[in-house]
């Protein structure tokens, strides 16, 4: 099948799946829709990291539409008011700009840039306010797009979020340590690591400054709600790492689920991703069934009060976004220039990114001058 027909970029391609990354029942049962603000979010994103200097001006110019980052999210929180997709479309493009940076420290050495940034990431993340005019790029960047986070919900959401993120960059040290050292993580403890460096909790967060509303733990902890959630962020983590594994075997990679199994298991390649497409479908398929156990739950809140209903609609916003990120992600993987390694001179660099010496990646060499 050809990714999205009708294409979400300016000069729409049409992008063949191969056959071993197809999902027929994520193409059937998970239309994709885009939010209308789209067109803006993709222009004004663009500019903002630009005018943030997080990728050098030609390739922005080159490769920021093609990487398809806010083709992501606009098919993702669906009914969020502009100004908040915009902030979560700008942070999303910073993750994948700090996810680059990460990779580039690991690949160059750079122990002690990485733990620079690392530190004062923990910093900024509880007062980015101070941190807005940071030299490093990548600190004002990050302090620039979750100040922005922070200023629609209360200081309660904001609090969890910071709580979630923290942890997060402790995952990426994690990962860090164990792609210099070579370490493969067994299946268990690389499944548990994942959920926090694909940054499950974070972009469930996201999900209620998008619905307008914060919801109430027993709402978030309720379990149908909390298994539709985790579900759609598994189907997300493991798909990307099948359509990744080529990309990161190149790269000399350990952080990934096949290469977990091929090392621990004795799975060959071949096994490994049909390990990997199975568990990728059973997460659609249960996802489809606590959907529905979601929305009932969803229903029970409207209690005939202003608060019940309010609630109730949020919850509906939410799950109905949790659905909307199968097919965002499914997408995303056959349109996005980061996933397409096979047209990539060095199948273990990007071309997106700056890969010069010490002190020359991605524009931002505070952590190394």
């Known amino acids: 099948m050809l990714a999205f027909p009708t294409g979400t970029t300016s000069t729409p391609t049409e992008v063949a799946v191969p056959p071993s990354l197809s999902l027929p029942l994520v193409e059937a049962a998970f239309p994709r829709r885009l939010h209308e603000y789209w067109p803006k979010l993709q222009e004004n994103t663009r500019g903002w990291l630009l005018e943030k200097r997080l990728m050098p001006a030609d390739k922005v110019a080159e490769y920021a539409d093609g ?60 007062s980015p306010w101070d941190h807005l005019h940071h030299e490093d790029a990548l600190l004002a960047g990050f302090a620039d797009s979750v100040a922005r986070l922070y200023s629609f919900l209360p200081g309660t959401w904001n609090a969890r979020f910071a709580r979630h993120f923290h942890a997060v960059i402790d995952a990426y040290d994690r990962e860090f340590h164990n792609r210099t050292h070579g ?66 075997l190149a790269g000399a990679e350990v952080h990934n689920l096949g290469i977990s199994l091929i090392a621990h298991e004795g799975l060959t390649l071949e096994e490994a991703m049909e390990e990997l497409r199975r568990r ?39 799950v109905g976004n949790m659905r909307n990120w199968f097919s965002s992600v ?18 273990s660099t990007p071309p997106y990114v700056t890969n010069g010496d010490v002190g020359d990646v991605l524009d931002t060499a505070a952590g190394e001058k």
């Not at 990779?103 to 993340?125: E, F, P, Q």
């Not at 690591?193 to 999900?207: G, K, P, V």
């Not at 995303?332 to 397409?340: I, L, P, Q, T, V």
């Open 280 to 318: 990728v479908r059973e997460c659609v398929v249960e996802f489809i069934a606590v959907e529905r156990d979601a929305l009932r739950f969803a229903d029970g809140l409207d209690d005939g009060t202003v608060r019940g209903k309010e609630l109730s609609n949020a919850v509906h916003t939410c």
């Open 67 to 126: 990487l398809c980052y806010t083709d992501l999210m606009a098919g993702y929180y669906l009914g969020a008011p502009d100004e908040v997709l915009q902030a979560i479309a700008d942070y999303s493009a910073w993750f994948f700009v700090w996810d680059d940076r990460h990779d580039r420290d690991i690949v160059h050495g750079r122990a002690a840039a990485w733990r620079r940034l690392r530190d004062r990431l923990h910093t900024a993340l509880d």
């Open 183 to 248: 370490v493969v993580p067994r299946v268990d403890a690389y499944l548990e690591l994942r959920r926090l460096t694909f940054a499950h909790w974070i972009w469930t967060d996201l999900l209620e400054p998008s619905a307008g509303l914060e919801l109430p733990d027993a709402v978030r902890k309720h379990p149908a709600y909390r298994r539709a959630a985790l579900l759609s962020q598994e189907f997300a983590a493991w798909y990307n790492d099948l359509c990744s594994l080529p990309k990161e």
């Open 330 to 347: 499914y997408w995303f993987h056959h349109e996005s220039g980061r996933y397409a390694v096979d047209s990539w001179d060095d199948r």
